[in-house]
Nanobody, 121 residues
Framework: QVQLVESGGGLVQAGGSLRLSCAVS????????MGWYRQAPGKQRVLVAA???????EYDDSVKGRFTISRDNTKNAVYLQMNSLKPEDTGVYYC???????????????WGQGTLVTVSS
């Protein structure tokens, strides 16, 4: 069983910073693409940032220059450093990973439980 465990959400004032962490737990897997999605109240879940197994990074235009995604393959972890936060960044942030499972010799998509980020104006 592969699971994602997230941490780091909270309440912050506009202009502040937060760092989200996500670790993949389990055995018999390899993490490929990993990323963060945000779901604002009443809206669909959208991609914020992602990093491929080879290190290629993509960001939503709204966070470019403010957020930085990184991964530590030795820890099977992905991080999201969020600076210059804005009220519109508020939402539940979900970690997402595309993992290769040895048990089925195939890829599966795994989601974390979500962590709430609230940015006050």
């Amino acid at each position: 069983q592969v699971q994602l465990v997230e941490s780091g959400g909270g309440l912050v004032q506009a202009g502040g910073s937060l760092r989200l962490s996500c670790a993949v737990s389990g055995s018999g897997f390899r993490s490929d693409r990993m990323g963060w999605y945000r779901q604002a109240p009443g809206k669909q879940r959208v991609l914020v940032a992602a990093v491929s197994g080879g290190g290629r990074i993509e960001y939503d235009d709204s966070v470019k220059g403010r957020f930085t995604i990184s991964r530590d393959n030795t820890k099977n972890a992905v991080y999201l450093q969020m600076n210059s936060l804005k009220p519109e960044d508020t939402g539940v942030y979900y970690c997402n990973a595309d993992v290769f499972l040895l048990s089925v010799f195939g890829n599966r998509e795994v989601w974390g439980q979500g962590t709430l980020v609230t940015v006050s104006s």
